[in-house]
């Protein structure tokens, strides 16, 4: 009986688990089976294509565009002609290839990586000092500064957006797109700065202050030891404030709408997706895949932080 | 030997005079460094952060406008906002989505926290699946989100009107704001769960086993033990994630505005006024202050009331 009670009791929690994974991935599965499958079988709700269709992955990352879209008597006439250049045979096919209008992902991926990763260097950097200064160092004035990272949570990018646009306006950084470009990344450094301070400020309370002690009676300066000892023994924290940070930037939609949208060359991958979503050229397989390209370097950098969170570097450093 | 000794406490003086003068000095270079290290983030904090929403507070008594000057309004804007119906329409559709997505969070994060606490083969790589949803750009979710609710090839008609015919007609779930609002909640409530459950499971790690034990030995059962040593233990911070989620959700704008257009919160009504159309900044920044105050005084309400702190 009571044997009975438990097998029914583990394929119940066993059940339970799986409805909550099956939650959480149902999207995920939902899209990439979506961005494998061809028209004709969206209307299938099996997750399996019943045949790959690798043409939007293609078109996105530009492999093998060459010859689309050109017609059939164009090549043919291009085969039997052996004496062009082949700068000419370019500027005849660049005539029909039009694929980059269509969603220049590439172009926008590298804006998006530009962006996210010198904001969130800057973020970190300053980050760095910075909290190691409120959680290490006595001064007056310090559990202010403190406290006063933490209020900034409660500030909504709305109520930030129409000032910093007005601001920025009236600086003369948004009439040209290098300008836009700046300012944006300047707000994205702000808007991950308080998150990196707070972060890293708790990571260095960890580090226990004997191992500095140690070092400054050897006659190291302070600037000395951040730089061989703190930015050492953090180094695994640092590198996973740097890439939240860079999740943020990654991700941030609101003020690059704003800012950008007179650049389209300039335009970050939400705006991008978000804009072809909205055009004629939406079809569900390249915006599926669009979202499979945009998810997975973010996911891959989540998963490197995940592994390197485990592994506590301070524990070797010092013995009590 | 007293002249021995008295020089000996003249040398011990000494010595612990330099002593404070070197503690002295040592505290005001720590404070000069601590200063100048953490002056950057501090300036940029304030210049990009609490200036603007002081000029925030300063634009919404005025008429603005991008390429002329400002034109003192008053409390123009403040009266215009609170005698349209769409501002207090856009108001209880926030509430109803604050409440709703706070709750579902908190409830579907404290589930799965207490579920993954317990041991089972291929945990690891579940507790990281799980975290998907949470680490995923919104962007790159909320169409397939779309997908799902598809009038024509999703897998929610799918089973809904084809299988179970529960429907009359295939029809757009997201396409009406009285509905789009339920799916904008399960939405929010799918990509936030994760994090709640991190939270509340690393508490729920530092609980003393023995706690169980002793409550198994004087005869609890299973609800009794999560009423009365689990429920406790998680207390505070279920109570501090709430606060944070509040907080987070009442001023959410990708979450809902990139899922669907229909779904008009406080966030997204600002953005609409200020940036579409005719572009009004004033009004705009006026929405923006409301928002906030109305938020400061429920973390009051909250705070004081309910937390009891």
Redesign the interface.
Known sequence: MVKRKNIFRSIG??L??FL??M??????L??AS?SLKYQWD??N?SFIPKQINLEAYKELLNIGQELKNVPESIVLLLEEQPDLTDAQRKAILAKYQDTGDVFPFLRYFGNSLILASLAALMSVT??V??S???SR??????SA?QR??LF????????????????F?ALGFISTPTGTFISLM??Y??QT??VS?YMLGNYFRTIPFSIEEAAMIEGAS?FGTIWRIIIPLSLSAIVTVYIYSF?IA??E??FAS?FLKSFKEYYT??IG??TL?NSKNAI?DR??SA??L??LP??AL??TI?KNLAGGLTSGGVKE | MSRFTHSSDGAAAAIKETAVQKLSTRAQRDERLGWSLVAPSVFIILALILYPVLYNIYLSFFDVSLSEGNTFSGLANHQEILRDSEFWKSLSTTMIYVIFTTAGTTLAGLGTAIVMNKKFPLRGLIRSLILLPYVAPVISVVFAWQFIFDPVNGIFMDIFYDRLHLFSERFSLIGSPSTAVWIAILFAIWKNFPFTYLMILSRLQAIDENLYEAAEIDGANGWQKFRHITLPEVYFVVNAIILLRVIWNFNKFEEVYLLTSNVKVLSVYTYLKAFTGTMDLGQGATLAVLQFFILIGFILFYVKKVLKW
């Open positions: 929690f066993a339970l688990v909550i994974v939650f959480a991935i149902f999207p995920f939902q899209m979506l969206w209307g709700p300053l980050a000092f910075g190691y200064s409120f160092l006595r001064f007056r004035g310090q500064v006063g990272v900034v949570y409660m500030f909504g990018g709305i109520l930030l957006l129409i000032p910093l646009y007005k601001v306006v300047i707000i450094m702000v700065l308080p301070l302070r999740m990654w991700n939609y609101l704003v991958l939400p997706l978000k979503f569900w915006i599926m979202s499979m945009t998810a973010v996911i989540f998963m995940q």
